[in-house]
Antibody, heavy 120, light 110 residues
């Protein structure tokens, strides 16, 4: 079965960076894009960007351009999301999510989420 | 980029029908598919409706989706409400390689 398993919770200081992993299994890794979505406490879902494991191309939401980098490792079927220059406003649950077989920006599977807390 | 606007909250009684709207601010709602996700507290979202009106696997036929070009909006209809339907519901669409979520609607079944 399809699974997206993310790395554990992180606590960071303002100005630091965080790198979250998302290990995929149960399907052909290179055949499906991966989205990153975050949810601040009590808030809605916010799209951060998308990564294509086949070739490594990315599209980032304008809000995060210059601060986010999404990469992948084919050997371990893992996608990474690196967010830099953290502030308290980046405290949120970060989730990876698989795009559907149609490849048309429809999410069909989600990771369990990774809590990132930014605090001095 | 466009925005998707949902009511902040809706409430209805068990057995009744509720409709959650999702209005696109610019561009045609019909130009890109709309998805609906359900999120229960402490859990990641799950897909309820994809491609405007297709139920995801395991979703009962009490759930239906539609798109109305005249109001430039999409709707999620849940009939024969059950207490287990209580959750946050998010619409989602995309344009210009950007995915957009609505702000979410808290459904209370009381």
């Amino acid at each position: 079965q399809v699974q997206l398993v993310q790395s554990g919770a992180e606590v960071k200081k303002p100005g630091a960076s965080v790198k979250i992993s998302c290990k995929a299994s149960g399907y052909t890794f290179t055949s499906y894009y991966i989205h990153w979505v975050r949810q601040a406490p009590g808030q809605g879902l916010e799209w951060m960007g998308i990564f294509n494991p086949s070739g490594g191309s990315t599209t980032y939401a304008q809000k995060f351009q210059g601060r986010v980098i999404m990469t992948g490792d084919l050997s371990t079927s893992t996608v990474y999301m690196d967010l830099s220059d953290l502030s308290s406003e980046d405290t949120a649950i970060y989730s990876c999510a698989r795009d559907s077989p149609s490849g048309s920006y429809e999410i069909d599977y989600w990771g369990q989420g990774t809590q990132v807390t930014v605090s001095s | 980029n466009f925005m998707l606007t949902q009511p902040h909250s809706v409430s209805e009684s068990p057995g009744k029908t509720v409709i959650i709207s999702c209005t696109r601010s610019s561009g045609s709602i019909a130009s890109n598919y709309v998805q609906w996700y359900r999120q229960r507290p402490g859990s990641p979202p799950t897909t309820v409706i994809y491609e405007n009106n297709q139920r995801s696997s395991g979703v009962p036929d009490r759930f239906s989706g539609s798109v109305d070009s005249s109001s430039n909006s999409a709707s999620l209809t849940i009939s024969r409400l059950k207490t287990e339907d209580e959750a946050d519901y998010y619409c989602q669409s995309y344009d210009n390689s950007n995915l957009v979520f609505g702000g979410g609607t808290k459904l209370t079944v009381l």
